[in-house]
Nanobody, 125 residues
Framework: QVQLVESGGGLVQAGGSLRLSCAAS????????MGWFRRAPGKEREFVTH????????YYADSVKGRFTISRDNAKNTVYLQMNNLKPEDTAVYYC??????????????????WGQGTQVTVSS
């Protein structure tokens, strides 16, 4: 059984940085791409970014473009989310997720089959 474990969340002041990690474990990890989503209090889960394992193709939500960077370490089955110039509106629980195939709707949570437990990111003003 594959498990995704996020780490790196915390409390940071506006303008600061955090780096989230998502490590996949399990005997058989079959994944085409990894995504990061977030859920702010009282809001729906929203897409942040994704990356494909093979070629490292990425896509970012407009709200984080230019501030967040996703990367991956194939040897470690780990993806990272570097978050710079954080804003209070970035406060949310951040989740990583894995999907097994290409999808034109990669921004939808429903196309991901494995999820981490989430890590809290709080940005103070």
């Amino acid at each position: 059984q594959v498990q995704l474990v996020e780490s790196g969340g915390g409390l940071v002041q506006a303008g600061g940085s955090l780096r989230l990690s998502c490590a996949a474990s399990g005997r058989t990890f079959n994944s085409y791409a990894m995504g990061w989503f977030r859920r702010a209090p009282g809001k729906e889960r929203e897409f942040v970014t994704h990356i494909t394992w093979a070629v490292g193709s990425t896509y970012y939500a407009d709200s984080v473009k230019g501030r967040f960077t996703i990367s991956r370490d194939n040897a470690k089955n780990t993806v990272y989310l570097q978050m710079n110039n954080l804003k209070p509106e970035d406060t949310a629980v951040y989740y990583c997720a894995s999907r097994k195939s290409w999808s034109s709707t990669f921004y939808q949570p429903s196309v991901y089959d494995t999820w981490g437990q989430g890590t809290q990111v709080t940005v103070s003003s």
